[in-house]
């Protein structure tokens, strides 16, 4: 296996109300797509919104589900004012504020949020190496 991560695909219970929160509320630039599904590009990796329950049956999985879903989506950005803005910024749209951005034990700055269908992000600035592209 290639070491990259070609695309994310989050399902979700309203995908107009997602593609509002994603498109204007965070600004992700969408891509042109069929009716049924969005797409974003973040610069090397692709963001996917789908309906839940049309993904679970892609999958062959179960659709229902809560709480915590084993892993989180993470966003480094250049400082902790950009932590504060950025998570600011998801508040506006619509998130809920999951863990207030704080120094973290590993030395950086860090907040989460929760997207309209409960996926966490996690927005860090991590001082001891740049986590992110390179161009």
Known sequence: ?????SMITLGVRDLAAAVAFYEHGLGLPRMPS??????????????????????????QVPAAGSGFGGFTL????????????????????????????QATAWGGYSGYFKDLDGHLWEIA??????VGPTD
């Open 1 to 5: 296996m290639q070491p990259r991560i």
């Open 34 to 59: 069929p009716p049924e599904v969005a797409f974003f590009t973040l610069n090397g990796t692709w963001l996917g919104l789908y309906d839940r329950q049309a993904l679970a049956e892609d999958a």
């Open 74 to 101: 993470s966003h480094n950005v250049d400082s902790r004012d950009a932590v504060d803005a950025l998570l600011r910024q998801a508040l506006l749209a619509g998130a809920i504020l999951a863990k207030p951005a």
């Open 125 to 130: 600035h991590n001082p001891l190496f740049w």
